[in-house]
Protein backbone atom coordinates (compact mmCIF):
# COMPACT_ATOMS: atom_id res chain seq x y z
CA UNK A 1 0.00 0.00 0.00
CA UNK A 2 1.41 3.36 -0.80
CA UNK A 3 -1.25 5.75 0.72
CA UNK A 4 -4.19 7.70 -0.58
CA UNK A 5 -5.22 6.96 -3.82
CA UNK A 6 -2.70 4.25 -4.66
CA UNK A 7 -2.62 0.58 -4.21
CA UNK A 8 0.86 -0.98 -5.22
CA UNK A 9 0.74 -4.45 -5.62
CA UNK A 10 4.08 -6.56 -6.20
CA UNK A 11 4.14 -10.62 -7.51
CA UNK A 12 7.18 -11.88 -8.04
CA UNK A 13 8.85 -9.36 -10.36
CA UNK A 14 5.83 -7.69 -11.23
CA UNK A 15 5.18 -4.07 -10.13
CA UNK A 16 1.47 -2.64 -10.30
CA UNK A 17 0.32 0.69 -9.21
CA UNK A 18 -3.70 0.27 -9.01
CA UNK A 19 -5.74 3.92 -8.19
CA UNK A 20 -8.66 4.41 -6.13
CA UNK A 21 -11.58 5.00 -6.61
CA UNK A 22 -12.87 8.16 -4.02
CA UNK A 23 -14.82 6.51 -1.78
CA UNK A 24 -12.35 4.18 -0.51
CA UNK A 25 -9.01 6.30 -0.82
CA UNK A 26 -6.96 5.83 2.67
CA UNK A 27 -9.18 2.87 3.87
CA UNK A 28 -7.38 0.22 2.79
CA UNK A 29 -5.76 -1.64 6.16
CA UNK A 30 -3.99 -4.69 4.09
CA UNK A 31 -4.21 -6.68 0.89
CA UNK A 32 -2.86 -10.08 0.09
CA UNK A 33 -3.50 -12.80 -2.44
CA UNK A 34 -5.45 -15.32 -1.70
CA UNK A 35 -6.22 -18.55 -4.15
CA UNK A 36 -4.81 -15.80 -7.16
CA UNK A 37 -7.26 -13.67 -6.14
CA UNK A 38 -6.13 -9.64 -4.91
CA UNK A 39 -8.00 -9.39 -1.67
CA UNK A 40 -8.08 -5.96 0.03
CA UNK A 41 -9.29 -5.60 3.15
CA UNK A 42 -11.12 -1.95 4.21
CA UNK A 43 -11.68 -0.32 7.36
Known sequence: ???GS???VEA???R???HL???IQ???RGAKF???NLVI???
Open 6 to 8: ELL
Open 41 to 43: RLG
Open 26 to 28: GKV
Open 16 to 18: RVI
Open 1 to 3: YRG
Open 21 to 23: PSG
Open 34 to 36: LDR
Open 12 to 14: GDQ
